[in-house]
């Protein structure tokens, strides 16, 4: 048996177990150096395969745990209020986990692949980005083709504009065209083996924030089987998974980092409280402001994953793939990813000084940094544009 097995079975409570709160404190212990650094978290990525993390999301049938989503959701919440970048690669790797364990269909070869990423508890990175696509997760420019020199074999060419942890992960699920003559919108999901590929580093990663993510690009080849081609059709996998998980955990990254960029305020304001007894800090009022901000943020993430929930796991299904989704589960990331930033600024105006100094127990530089890359993924300008023109179509009552 597995010391992964071992931790499952060890404790019901995944997030209480021994392994995972391990792994929060090094997230918190290394953050600052893996921001320095622009470096992976190796720490508590290495803690949370050790807690079987990686196969949170996997069917039982499969070796996995068959968490729940709300259990993913609180896990990148907590990761994320000690190091938003771990955080953020927990909830990428579960992205995928996820895409893979509800498309699947009756593949043999995908359901050896979740016993084999149980076992070894295998880290998934994802390259939906493409040079020359705009950051249009729905168009490719790469194909799947037939392999020439290996009969029955298929291969893609692809430059990735960013693949996070790209250099760390065991393997990666792809987006491509189905074929040569598709159109740009008409794409699969491929899953390959990193080990297997030819990867060349195309670009650097030194960036404002969430550098511990290690997200460069890279230009990408692989021939692989056409059973590693996930059968679902990827505008379903958009709709039903992908998109989803994606702005709900993202939004639980964020509201993590600007959770505990609002604690450092709260302490620093309590400090000053204990200097002039029986007085109120005149920051006191910021700080009131932003707890509104974090409590409608917070209801509002708790709406969003309640929704999904129902609809994901019922017979509503086919609700994720209209407008009106569309529009909500949009508005949500537009809506988190904007609080986070203000939340983090308002914390360092609170802490003044301290707030800007990097290191010491009020200092918020990485977090104003991190929540600044929110509105940049999947942009809020592009998802204001989807957003206008289903508007213009769909009249959304909710």
């Known amino acids: 048996m597995t010391t992964a097995q071992v931790v499952r079975l060890a404790s019901q409570d995944p997030l209480g177990s021994e392994s995972f709160q391990s792994a929060l404190r090094l997230a918190a212990e290394h953050a600052d150096d893996v921001d320095v650094r622009s470096r992976f978290p190796s720490e508590a990525i290495d803690a949370l395969r050790s807690a079987g993390a990686f196969s949170w999301f996997v069917p039982r049938a499969c070796g996995g745990d068959a968490v729940s989503f709300e259990v993913l959701a609180d896990a990148t919440f907590e990761l994320s209020r000690r190091c938003a970048s771990t955080g953020m690669i927990f909830a990428m790797h579960q992205i995928q986990v996820a895409s893979i364990a509800r498309h699947r269909g009756s593949s043999f070869w995908f359901e050896n692949y979740l016993q084999r990423l149980t076992r070894e508890q295998r880290l998934i990175a994802s390259a939906t980005s493409e040079v020359g696509v705009g950051g249009n997760l729905r168009k490719s420019i790469a194909a799947i083709e037939p392999a020439s020199d290996s009969p029955g074999a298929v291969r893609f060419e692809k430059d990735a504009s960013t693949i996070s942890y790209g250099a760390q992960a065991d393997d990666l699920l792809s987006t491509v065209r189905r074929s040569p003559t598709a159109e740009p919108g008409d794409q699969v999901l491929v899953l390959t ?187 809020n300008d592009r998802l204001h544009a989807t957003n206008a023109a289903m508007l213009l179509v769909h009249r959304d009552v909710r």
């Open 193 to 379: 083996h990193l080990s297997d590929m030819n990867v060349k580093q195309i670009s650097e990663w030194n960036t404002l924030g969430m550098r511990g993510t290690c997200s460069p690009g890279f230009k990408v080849s692989a021939t692989c089987d056409p059973e590693q081609i996930l059968p679902a059709p990827f505008a379903t996998i958009a709709a039903e998974t992908m998109v989803p998980f994606s702005h709900l955990l993202w939004a639980n990254v964020w509201l993590g980092v600007s959770t505990d960029a609002f604690d450092r305020a709260q302490n620093f304001v309590r400090s000053q409280a204990r200097q002039n007894p029986g007085t109120t800090p005149p920051a006191a009022l910021r700080l009131a402001e932003m707890s509104v901000q974090i409590a409608e943020c917070r209801a509002m993430l708790r709406a969003a994953t309640q929704e999904y929930v129902t609809l994901a796991e019922g017979e509503g299904r086919s609700v994720l793939s209209t407008m009106g989704y569309g529009v909500r589960i949009n508005n949500l990331k537009i809506a988190a990813s904007e609080t986070a930033v203000e939340v983090c600024h308002g914390a360092l105006r609170v802490c003044g000084f301290l707030g800007y100094k990097n290191g010491g127990p009020f200092s918020v530089g990485r977090h104003l940094r991190d929540a600044h890359s929110a509105p940049l993924m999947i942009a």
